[in-house]
T-cell receptor, first 112, second 112 residues
């Protein structure tokens, strides 16, 4: 169990640029989640995959956000035309059915 | 929107003392979980309590659940400086959703 890994750890970008984050879940976990966390708040759900299928999306996931999990293994989260309000920690988690979530250490995005 | 509300928002105690954190939620649940987050890191699962359970122990952790009051408490006994972290409760959402809904967290500081 090598844990959930996220890349990059930090990303600074200018407003209007596109960014992409990667998440590698625990290998045997078929469920993968993206959450967003702002300072002083708990994580907020963005989206959920079971294998390669994206089964649930939050209203928070605007048209500028897209997530993929093409082969049911790693996942990417892309934000297009970033805005300052997108600055947050983006957390990925994975699990098996009925088991607790295992989180990565997140990607901290700063939009200037 | 966040379902859970932790209380207090911040707690500072001395090593060896007990720390109690409370969580209230709004809707019916199947289970409630507690997670811990060290600064700048991902969340780590601590304990899960099901809706038909009233109390659960794990090491120095004791969790209670009162579904009639829609509340839970996390007790950490004989606290250590290493327990310094933010603690979040999380509940499953209704309607078959796979997402967890997190509270805003309690920031615990244990002074040596």
């Amino acid at each position: 169990d090598t844990g959930v890994s996220q890349d990059p750890r930090h990303k600074i970008t200018k407003r209007g640029q596109n960014v992409t984050f990667r998440c590698d879940p625990i290998s045997e976990h078929n469920r993968l989640y993206w959450y967003r966390q702002t300072l002083g708040q708990g994580p907020e759900f963005l989206t959920y995959f079971q294998n390669e299928a994206q089964l649930e999306k939050s209203r928070l996931l605007s048209d500028r956000f897209s997530a993929e999990r093409p082969k049911g293994s790693f996942s990417t989260l892309e934000i297009q035309r970033t805005e300052q309000g997108d600055s947050a920690m983006y957390l990925c988690a994975s699990s098996l059915r009925g088991s607790p979530l295992h989180f990565g250490n997140g990607t901290r995005l700063t939009v200037t | 929107s966040q379902q859970g509300e932790e209380d207090p928002q911040a707690l500072s105690i001395q090593e060896g003392e007990n720390a109690t954190m409370n969580c209230s939620y709004k809707t019916s649940i199947n289970n409630l979980q507690w997670y811990r987050q060290n600064s700048g890191r991902g969340l780590v699962h601590l304990i899960l309590i099901r809706s038909n359970e009233r109390e659960k122990h794990s090491g120095r952790l004791r969790v209670t659940l009162d579904t009639s009051k829609k509340s839970s408490s996390l007790l950490i006994t004989a606290s250590r400086a290493a327990d310094t972290a933010s603690y979040f409760c999380a509940t499953d959402a209704q309607g078959g959703s796979e997402k967890l809904v997190f509270g805003k967290g309690t920031k615990l500081t244990v002074n040596p």
